[in-house]
C-alpha cells in the first residue's frame, strides 16, 4: 500500500529565505507526483505535476525534483514571500492505478508560515 | 475555480441522521471524486465516478455512498453519521482518464456531527 509523509509537519521562516520542503513515498513504483497547494479554507491547488520519467519541473519560483529509487521529491521555493504562506501538499497514485481516473494518495502536508 | 461548486460549505448535524453533500460541475468532465481532509491524514478518498450512474469505492468508503444521476452532479451520502465523520469534504474533477489528468478540487463542506 502506498504511504506518503510530509516533513517537516509545520515551518516558519522570514521573508526572502530560500526553503525545500520534503517528501517521501513508500513504493517506488509511481507514474507521476504532485505538488498541491491549500489556502486556508480553499480547496487545493495543483502546483507542479513531474511525470515518472522527469527529475524535476519548475514554475516561476517553484522547482519540483523527484528521485523514485530512493523514494523521494523536494519542492524549492525560491525567495519566499508572505503571499507563500499556505500548506503544500505532495501526492501519488496508488500501485496500480492505471484504471480509471487519477486517484491519489496525499501526504499529510506541511504547513508554511512566511513572516514579513 | 474550475467550475466546481459544493454544497452545503457547512453543516452541523446529529449523530444518526442522514446528510447528503453535493458537487456540482460545469466543466462536463467526465471524472469525479469525493475526498475527505482530517488533521494528520492529509486527503483521503471516499468515492469516485467514471460516468454516469458507473461509481467505485475509495479508501475509506464505509459508511458511504454515492450516486451519479447527471453528469454534472455527484452525490455523496452518510447513510447515519457518526462523530468520526466529522470531517472536511472535498469534491474534486478530472477531465480524462490518464493517469495524468488534472485534479481540479471545489472548496470543501466542513461536517461537524455531534
Known amino acids: 500500500k502506498q504511504e506518503v509523509t510530509q516533513i517537516p509537519a509545520a515551518l516558519s521562516v522570514p521573508e526572502g529565505e530560500n526553503l525545500v520542503l520534503n517528501c517521501s513515498f513508500t513504493?517506488?513504483?509511481?507514474?507521476?507526483l504532485q505538488w498541491f497547494r491549500q489556502d486556508p479554507g480553499k480547496g487545493l491547488t495543483s502546483l507542479l505535476l513531474?511525470?515518472?520519467?522527469?527529475r524535476e519541473q519548475t514554475s516561476g519560483r517553484l522547482n519540483a525534483s523527484l528521485d523514485k529509487s530512493s523514494g523521494r521529491s523536494t519542492l524549492y521555493i525560491a525567495a519566499s514571500q508572505p503571499g507563500d504562506s499556505a500548506t503544500y501538499l505532495c501526492?501519488?497514485?496508488?500501485?496500480?492505478?492505471?484504471?480509471?481516473?487519477?486517484?491519489?494518495?496525499f501526504g499529510a502536508g506541511t504547513i508554511l508560515r512566511v513572516k514579513s | 475555480d474550475a467550475g466546481i461548486t459544493q454544497s452545503p460549505r457547512h453543516k452541523v448535524t446529529e449523530t444518526g441522521t442522514p446528510v447528503t453533500l453535493r458537487c456540482h460541475q460545469t466543466?462536463?468532465?467526465?471524472?469525479m471524486y469525493w475526498y475527505r481532509q482530517d488533521p494528520g491524514h492529509g486527503l483521503r478518498l471516499i468515492h469516485y465516478?467514471?460516468?454516469?450512474?458507473?461509481?467505485d469505492k475509495g479508501e475509506v468508503s464505509d459508511g458511504y455512498s454515492v450516486s451519479r444521476s447527471k453528469t454534472e452532479d455527484f452525490l455523496l451520502t452518510l447513510e447515519s453519521a457518526t462523530s468520526s465523520q466529522t470531517s472536511v469534504y472535498f469534491c474534486?474533477?478530472?477531465?480524462?482518464?490518464?493517469?495524468?489528468?488534472?485534479?481540479?478540487f471545489g472548496n470543501g463542506t466542513r461536517l461537524t456531527v455531534t
Open positions: 474534486a474533477i478530472s477531465e480524462g482518464d490518464r493517469i495524468n489528468s488534472p485534479l481540479h
Open positions: 466543466e462536463n468532465h467526465r471524472y
Open positions: 465516478s467514471y460516468g454516469v450512474k458507473d461509481t
Open positions: 513504493d517506488s513504483a509511481i507514474y507521476n
Open positions: 501526492a501519488v497514485p496508488p500501485w496500480g492505478a492505471m484504471e480509471y481516473g487519477n486517484k491519489l494518495v
Open positions: 513531474i511525470q515518472s520519467s522527469q
